[in-house]
């Protein structure tokens, strides 16, 4: 639009980006720039995730792990290491969690997963600690376990579209509309128990199913409910701006009600270019 003036900021919220006098935003209000200032979308996107509520699956992933392959493990690690490769499994080894990477914690996860049956037998074999082999006995801590990697894993693929280059705001809220549909539509077949779209859990209810039981994932409908609720609660700021963003994303079929009044003249001759 040739007349038109929208512009967008990302913040991380620090005073020197919000500040009303000294700020980012304060300095363009005092200079009549009319700024729409959102906050950083990774940064938001980080802190849905951790609402999910890993605390004790996670605590426990990272006792195990720390146990084979901490700091002072160097021969345990080196053992550990030495039986997956005489097993011919697909990994050589788990991943060590950081609380400053929160990222870290979905890769941790679906790794641990996917070597849960070693790294029980090797626990049984070295006798390190029974109380961290008595877990892998405890269903609930595998269901949470496959559980939260499905999730951690989308939100992984998440902040990776959001890092993605060259990208404007368009692209990077149709990433965060494209996820909250996602949830609705995994939490809708979680209400079902359909794991087609969680990959650790249907591993796990094939599993299951072969000892004559069902995996119900029901009780975890609460915890995607809180994601969901978090997701709309932090990005409301991106709902109000996307009628805004669609004008300039796509006007050949945007509706004039949908839009301010300014732009209608020059809507109605870009929507009318190529038709004759």
């Not at 006995?137 to 595998?142: A, L, V």
């Not at 995994?186 to 249907?202: E, M, P, Q």
Request: glycine share 6%; net charge neutral.
């Amino acid at each position: 639009m040739r007349n038109s003036k929208m512009l967008f900021a990302q913040m991380d919220g620090k005073k020197s980006m919000v500040g009303k006098n000294i700020g980012l935003a304060g300095m363009l209000k005092q200079n009549g720039i009319n700024v729409q200032m959102l906050h950083c979308i990774i940064h938001q996107q980080a802190l849905c995730g951790n609402i999910m509520g890993l605390s004790c699956t996670m605590s426990t992933v990272i006792k195990i792990t720390n146990a084979i392959r901490g700091g002072n493990r160097a021969l345990t690690h080196r053992k550990f290491k030495q039986f997956l490769e005489e097993l011919k499994v697909e990994y050589g080894d788990l991943l060590l969690h950081s609380q400053v990477r929160w990222l870290s914690a979905g890769k941790c996860l679906k790794r641990f997963f996917q070597l849960r049956q070693e790294i029980k037998l090797f626990l049984m074999e070295t006798e390190l600690d029974s109380s961290l082999i008595a877990s892998f006995n405890e269903k609930t801590f595998i269901i949470s376990l496959a559980f939260l990697a499905d999730i951690t894993e989308y939100l992984n693929v998440l902040n990776k579209n959001l890092q993605g280059k060259d990208q404007n705001i368009t692209h990077l809220v149709s990433h965060i509309v494209g996820f909250r549909n996602k949830l609705r539509l995994l939490r809708s077949h979680l209400i079902n128990n359909n794991v087609l779209y969680f990959a650790c859990c249907n591993e796990l209810a094939i599993e299951i199913q072969e000892t004559g039981q069902r995996l119900n994932l029901k009780d975890y409908i609460p915890m995607l409910d809180k994601l969901v609720e978090d997701f709309d609660a932090r990005f409301s700021d991106f709902d109000k701006i996307k009628p805004e963003l669609k004008i300039f994303n796509n006007p050949t079929t945007i509706d004039d009600e949908e839009t301010d009044a300014k732009y209608h003249m020059e809507l109605c001759e870009l929507q009318a270019d190529g038709i004759y």
